[in-house]
């Protein structure tokens, strides 16, 4: 799996200095209903297959959603320069194979209202919320653009809130999701200041849990191979759940961003209503979904219906 960096981006994300606006008149849950009906009995079947291949298909999506909508806006540019080997592209490309199969469904539903549904199943085959998907995006028409600006994982609060204040994602639905850090895996030199460099008085960083820090020190020995990575979730590395804001009132959140929602007091009273209260967490995640699914829709005007999903037309 990738860097701590991927990961970061699931919460955090590739943003640029760039505002991306959020579109939302076309988009309605039952958008397919009479042009291609059972649309998301297909997509959810078929990641189904993906996760029980392995599971890492469920932070892979989860990661690439959170690119693609944050760059260029949930248009699925994502696919086109990413392998047909991620598991992320894999599922996609083979869920809008199956949809176009069907008698009357053939180029009809969106590559990026595809991979829209896909995450949403994905975190809900994982443990987590099921919540209505909003559809009737088109797909972008250029590649992501990567080289916009990208946050640092040493960001602090302000920094971040900032950032997805520009997506009209505000705060609470920020610390949410940083939920989906409850799935994934983080390498080793992406968090290894905190366990072995942190300052000159404290080579652990004192904000971590005594016996957590000796845990990763035995996972990340100094000079450990880079590929090496642990889970972002200890506790239920393979559950979508709140486990994650316990761990992080617990002194267990792996990276330092994780670390500062709960350290900053304007953040920590959401960090421990969700640690307290699943259900608190499962409502306010999927609004935040829902808000993270309008930035940057494409129309007609702007976009297509990709006839393969890593391919432009």
């Known amino acids: 799996m990738a860097?701590?960096?991927?990961?970061?981006?699931?919460?955090?994300?590739?943003?640029?200095?760039?505002?991306?606006?959020?579109?939302?008149?076309?988009?309605?849950?039952?958008?397919?209903?009479?042009?291609?009906?059972?649309?998301?009995?297909?997509v959810r079947g078929v990641v189904a297959e993906k996760i029980k291949e392995s599971f890492d298909a469920v932070p892979k999506l989860i990661h690439f959603y959170f690119q693609d909508c944050f760059l260029d806006?949930?248009?699925?540019?994502?696919?086109?320069?990413?392998?047909?080997?991620?598991?992320?592209?894999a599922t996609v490309v083979k869920a809008k194979a199956v949809i176009d199969s069907k008698p009357g469904c053939k180029n009809k539903v969106s590559c990026a209202d595809i991979?829209?549904?896909?995450?949403r199943d994905a975190i809900y085959l994982a443990g987590g919320p099921y919540y209505k998907v909003e559809l009737g995006r088109f797909d972008s028409l250029v590649l992501t653009n990567?080289?916009?600006?990208?946050?640092?994982?040493?960001?602090?609060?302000?920094?971040?809130?900032?950032?997805?204040?520009?997506?009209?994602?505000?705060?609470?639905?920020?610390?949410?999701?940083?939920?989906?850090?409850?799935?994934?895996?983080?390498?080793?030199?992406k968090f290894s200041n905190r366990i072995y460099n942190y300052s000159n008085s404290s080579p652990v960083d004192p904000t971590l849990n005594p016996q957590y820090a000796k845990r990763l020190q035995a996972e990340c020995p100094v000079n450990v191979d880079p590929s090496v990575e642990v889970w972002l979730d200890?506790?239920?590395?393979?559950?979508?759940?709140?486990?994650?804001?316990?761990?992080?009132?617990?002194?267990?959140?792996?990276?330092?961003?994780?670390d500062r929602l709960f350290t900053d007091i304007r953040s920590m009273p959401v960090v421990v209503d969700f640690a307290q209260n699943a259900q608190h967490?499962?409502?306010?995640?999927?609004?935040?979904?829902?808000?993270?699914?309008?930035?940057?829709?494409?129309?007609?005007?702007?976009?297509?219906?990709?006839?393969?999903?890593?391919?432009?037309?």
């Not at 806006?73 to 592209?89: E, W, Y």
């Not at 200890?234 to 994780?258: E, I, R």
Request: hydrophobic content about 45%; proline content about 5%; overall charge neutral.
């Open 234 to 258: 200890p506790v239920t590395p393979q559950v979508f759940d709140n486990v994650y804001y316990q761990n992080l009132v617990k002194g267990m959140g792996l990276l330092g961003v994780d």
């Open 281 to 313: 967490f499962n409502d306010a995640f999927s609004h935040a979904m829902v808000k993270l699914g309008r930035v940057g829709v494409m129309s007609s005007n702007d976009g297509n219906i990709r006839h393969v999903c890593n391919v432009f037309n």
């Open 115 to 119: 991979f829209n549904m896909a995450v």
């Open 73 to 89: 806006g949930c248009s699925a540019s994502i696919l086109v320069r990413t392998p047909i080997t991620n598991p992320a592209v």
């Open 3 to 42: 860097s701590a960096r991927r990961y970061f981006f699931i919460a955090v994300v590739l943003l640029g200095a760039w505002m991306i606006p959020q579109r939302m008149a076309s988009l309605r849950p039952n958008y397919y209903d009479e042009t291609c009906p059972g649309v998301e009995d297909v």
């Open 146 to 189: 990567l080289n916009k600006t990208a946050p640092d994982l040493s960001f602090n609060l302000d920094q971040l809130t900032d950032m997805f204040a520009q997506r009209n994602i505000n705060q609470k639905d920020m610390i949410a999701l940083f939920g989906t850090h409850s799935v994934g895996h983080a390498h080793c030199d």
